[in-house]
């Protein structure tokens, strides 16, 4: 299978970090204009997606200290890491995503339930339970 391509290191890092394809562009379009202050607005457009899945990956980045935001009249988001190993790790997605996009895609895409669709079966088993 072509996701054995993916070194082992950056596959983890997909596993345990990446929920979309959304959110690798995302870090990868920050992460090769580390200083450039984003408006959500000129983020979603480069990213093909709507302003609430824009923030949602913003959101998501930010937990993982990938994103450092300035607030202000219209925030501005812009690439930060908390350390060196996390932007070596980063570099090292990048590079492989350019050589593996498929591969890579197809391991987002198999990945176990996500972690937001693990809380909305949440509300969903809650529901069922209720009746």
């Known amino acids: 299978m072509a996701v054995e391509l993916v070194p082992d290191d950056v596959r983890q890092f997909i596993i345990d970090k990446i929920d979309s394809v959304a959110e690798l ?14 408006t959500l607005e000129a983020l979603a457009q480069r990213l093909y997606t709507s302003q609430q899945q ?19 009249r219209t925030p501005v988001y812009r690439y930060h890491t908390s350390s060196p ?24 895409h198999s990945k176990p339930q996500t972690k937001v ?10 529901k069922r339970r209720d009746k």
Do not use: C
């Not at 920050?30 to 202050?37: G, K, Q």
């Open 54 to 72: 824009t923030e949602d990956v913003l959101s998501h980045l930010y937990s993982l200290g990938f994103v450092a935001i300035e607030d202000g």
């Open 85 to 108: 190993a996390m932007a070596q790790i980063v570099d090292r997605v990048a590079e492989t995503y350019s050589k593996y996009l498929v591969p890579v895609t197809n391991l987002i």
């Open 117 to 126: 669709q693990q809380f909305a079966d949440a509300f969903n088993l809650r």
């Open 25 to 38: 562009e995302g870090l990868l379009l920050l992460s090769r204009n580390p200083e450039t202050n984003w």
